[in-house]
């Protein structure tokens, strides 16, 4: 699997066993080399998604608008309700 993903057992090894986390786009990768169908990707995506213990955003080319709302929503995180973050989620899903 490491030979097809183009890194190191060594690597793989450490995603595996928790000691570093998922690459960006790894799991698409994994999808598109494998040939994944839609069920599988998005389980996949859903399992990859459960482990996450923190999440990069890249501001580089964000509007200021764009900063203020993701911003908002990192210091505002721990304080939002089930319902207000159904709300975003289904926004998000639009």
Avoid: C, H
């Avoid at 399992?47 to 580089?60: P, T, Y």
């Amino acid at each position: 699997m490491a030979g097809k993903l183009e890194i190191t057992s060594a690597y793989l090894s450490s995603i595996e066993n928790g000691k570093r986390q998922i690459p960006i786009n790894m799991t698409k990768t994994i999808v598109a080399k494998y040939k994944l169908d839609d069920f599988m990707a998005d389980s996949l995506l859903e399992a990859e998604d459960s482990i996450k213990k923190n999440v990069e955003i890249n501001l580089n080319a964000a509007n200021q608008s764009q900063k203020t709302v993701v911003l908002s929503l990192a210091r505002q995180f721990e304080q939002l309700t089930d319902e207000q973050l159904e709300k975003i989620r289904q926004i998000l899903e639009e």
